[in-house]
């Protein structure tokens, strides 16, 4: 069993900065990628950014050239760097990963990134 445990979100102001965590932990771990989906208030989760374990990376239009993923596969970690942020993006964030069967899919417990006025 893998777990997921996330860091890192908190308040931020318009055109704020935060960097979100993820570490996975467990027996025999294999990932073929890390990443993170986000779930705002009233609306589906969306898929933010991934990275494989090659190094491939996916970034969501919605925060390209804002946000980015960076991980270490031998650690097992992945960071998320969050920057020029916007109400918009007041979500939970959610770490995810896939296990290097492609059979499993693991989840972490969510963050909370909230906007203060």
């Known amino acids: 069993q893998v777990q997921l445990v996330e860091s890192g979100g908190g308040l931020v102001q318009t055109g704020g900065s935060l960097r979100l965590s993820c570490a996975a932990s467990?027996?025999?771990?294999?990932?073929?990628?890390m990443g993170w989906y986000r779930q705002a208030p009233g609306k589906e989760r969306e898929l933010v950014a991934f990275?494989?374990?090659?190094?491939?990376?996916y970034h969501a239009d919605s925060v390209k050239g804002r946000f980015t993923i960076s991980g270490d596969n031998a650690k097992n970690t992945v960071v998320l760097q969050m920057n020029s942020l916007k109400p918009e993006d007041t979500a939970v964030y959610y770490c995810?990963?896939?296990?290097?069967?492609?059979?499993?899919?693991?989840w972490g417990q969510g963050t909370q990134v909230t906007f203060s006025s």
């Open positions: 990275m494989t374990n090659y190094g491939s990376t």
């Open positions: 467990g027996d025999a771990i294999c990932l073929a990628a």
């Open positions: 995810t990963a896939r296990s290097c069967t492609m059979e499993y899919e693991y």
